[in-house]
Each structure stands twice: as structure tokens, then as C-alpha cells.
């Protein structure tokens, strides 16, 4: 079970997307172990590539990436500093009056960030919080203030907009650099870069960079193949009946490594060198049913995950999105990286 990870395709992806706001700075977010595939790997490589700004969810997260990077580089932490956090070498980007009072009490000289809410109501100060502290936060000299969009990745959805001009007006007048885009931000033209760009999914090289680079092959062994007559069923649930003599290799690997039991009986398909194999009956726990029959010769490994069939296709085949599926890969694969 080996996941191959192409670092020079991140690398591309995130030179592409810092080539698309050459105005600002770009970050790169490695939250969630970069997407699932490895954080110790991706971000010193973007680091070598020129990045010094990085983004985590949580203070653990950060401790963790904070050995694999110079002291140099900035991991910010987008939880902010909640209670009980070790915030030793990190950045909190801090949420509200609460964390930025805990903050300067507990960390007074520490480098921080603050992110306000322009609409996504999800984290951030409210304009009306911002305002009660937005002197004293200012006097201390966050590193950047920061906002979220909801909807970037619809460029029509009229919160891009709206969302643009409540963090103009809650930011004006500021002397702190600035950051709103994501990866869809990006996409969405020079109003939405300002001084620090944040792109996640996209270095990984899934929607919506629809010009991303592939990163993953992800290749899965076959342990046993066998002929199944007419009429004979497949797998769990006997959700897939043979019409004709097919053969069938089972393969080592299931939902819990990720993939995703909703693609079960969807059109999804394992490749040998670009020749499709239909995925038949369900996705189970450590193994997957695939119809190998036209094939003059069944290799050791076939691949879920190729060009053929990127990330984005099995989102689309189980019903969510890129994001879901990257971070839902298992920790039994083999990680190998080019
Ligand atoms: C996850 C996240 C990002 C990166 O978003 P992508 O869509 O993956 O590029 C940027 N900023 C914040 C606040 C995030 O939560």
C-alpha cells in the first residue's frame, strides 16, 4: 500500500499560486498533517522553496512541525491560544477579546496575530468586539490581521464581496499587513490578496486549482484473484452479481484507510497503466472487490488514485469534497516521496 507523494508537484503548486498574487507573501497551510500526507515533509520543502509563513489548526500541531523548521519561519496557529496551550515558538492567531486578553497576560512581547470575522461566523472578532480592543491590539503590533472567506470557491456567490468590503472596513486604517485569501482567494483576482496569502488545498493540488499539478499516485497490492460465474455475487451485502465469467482481484485496502465506503457501487474504477478496472460490490474495511477481467495480466498493484482518476473525481463519486478525502487518507499507507 504505497502512497506516492510528488514534493516537486507541491512545490509547483505553491510557486504557481504565489506567481498569482505577486503582491503579497504567500504561506502555506499544513493543518491536519498537510492534508493528510505529511507535514514534517511538505513544509520544509516549501521553506527551501522560499515560504516562511505557516498555518496549523492547533498549538500541538504546531509544536510538532516547530523541530522540522528554522527558527526563521513562522507557524501560526489558527485556533488562536486556547486554554492550556503551549504556545512556546508559535503564533496564535487570536479569535477574540477572551484570547487576545489571555494572550498579551500570558505571552506580553510574543508575536501574534488576530482574525476578525467579516461574515463566515465561524472564527474571528465581531466588528462590534474589534472595535473595543481594536486600539490596544493595535498598540501591541500583531503580525497580521486576518479574515476567512466562506464562499471563494463560487467567484459569482455575492459573500466574496460583501465579505471584501466588511474586512476593508474593519481594517482601515490599520498599519498591519493584511491576509484574507485561501487557495479560492487567490483564484478570485488581486482585490482578495492584500499582503499574506494562505493556500491549503491547492498545493496539494485539488479544486478549485484546476491547474494544479497531480501530487498523488496512490497504489494498492492485489492479494488474490479468482473467476466468478454468472449469477455469482461479490462482496458484502451481494450488491454485485456477475452476468458473465469475470475475474476479480480483491485488493488490500478499505474504509479504513480512507477510502471512502460511499464510492462503493458509483463508477469508480482501479487503474493498471491508464486501463480502467471497475471498483465491484462494496468498499469494505481492509479490502476492495475490482473487476480485472480485461486485463492480459494483472499486476501486483493497481492504483485508486492517478491522473485518471484524481482526488476531486472520488470526492465527486462519494459525495464531498477534495479536502475530505486527502485527510482522510490512512496511516497504513507507505508514504514514499519524489
Ligand atoms: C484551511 C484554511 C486555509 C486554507 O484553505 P484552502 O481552501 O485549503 O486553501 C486558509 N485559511 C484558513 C483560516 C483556513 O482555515
Known amino acids: 500500500m504505497t ?36 507535514a514534517a515533509t511538505v513544509a520544509p520543502a516549501l521553506y527551501q522553496a522560499g515560504a516562511r509563513d505557516f498555518f496549523v489548526a492547533l498549538a500541538i500541531e504546531g509544536q510538532a512541525l516547530r523541530p522540522h523548521l528554522p ?115 487567490i483564484l478570485l483576482g488581486p482585490d482578495y490578496h492584500f499582503d499574506l496569502v494562505r493556500p491549503g488545498i491547492g498545493l496539494y493540488g485539488a479544486l478549485p486549482f484546476a491547474d494544479a499539478r497531480p501530487v498523488l499516485r496512490l497504489s494498492l497490492p492485489v492479494i488474490q484473484t479468482r473467476l466468478v460465474q454468472p449469477g455469482e455475487f461479490v462482496g458484502y451485502g451481494a450488491t454485485w452479481t456477475a452476468d458473465a465469467p469475470r475475474r476479480i482481484a480483491t485488493v488490500a485496502a478499505g474504509y ?3 477510502i471512502l465506503r460511499s464510492i462503493s457501487s458509483k463508477g469508480a474504477s482501479l487503474y ?25 495480466d494483472v499486476p501486483p498493484e493497481l492504483d485508486l488514485i492517478c491522473p485518471a482518476q484524481p482526488v476531486d473525481r472520488l470526492a465527486e463519486l462519494a459525495g464531498t469534497i477534495g479536502y475530505e478525502i486527502l485527510t482522510s487518507l490512512g496511516h497504513r499507507y507507505h508514504r514514499t516521496w519524489r
Open 3 to 38: 502512497l506516492h507523494i510528488d514534493l516537486h508537484a507541491i512545490v509547483a503548486n505553491w510557486q504557481a499560486l504565489s506567481a498569482k498574487a505577486p503582491g503579497a507573501r504567500a504561506a502555506a497551510v499544513v493543518k491536519a498533517d498537510a492534508y493528510g500526507l505529511g
Open 71 to 185: 527558527d526563521d519561519a513562522r507557524i501560526n496557529v489558527l485556533s488562536g491560544h486556547m486554554e492550556g496551550a503551549d504556545l512556546t515558538g508559535l503564533v496564535p492567531v487570536l479569535n477574540s477579546p477572551e484570547q487576545f486578553f489571555r494572550d498579551r497576560a500570558m505571552r506580553p512581547g510574543k508575536p501574534f496575530a488576530i482574525q476578525l470575522d467579516t461574515g463566515m461566523n465561524r472564527l474571528g472578532m465581531e466588528a462590534a468586539e474589534w472595535s473595543v480592543i481594536r486600539a490596544e491590539a493595535l498598540a501591541a503590533m500583531p503580525d497580521f490581521i486576518m479574515s476567512h472567506l466562506a464562499c471563494a470557491d463560487e467567484p459569482d456567490h455575492p459573500a466574496n464581496a460583501m465579505q471584501l468590503a466588511a474586512f476593508h472596513a474593519m481594517t482601515k486604517g490599520c498599519d498591519v499587513p493584511r491576509s484574507l485569501a485561501a487557495t479560492g482567494g
Open 256 to 258: 479504513a484507510d480512507g
Open 272 to 296: 493498471a497503466a491508464g486501463t480502467a478496472c471497475p471498483l465491484v460490490g462494496r468498499v469494505s474495511m481492509d479490502l476492495m472487490t475490482v473487476d480485472v477481467t480485461d486485463l492480459a
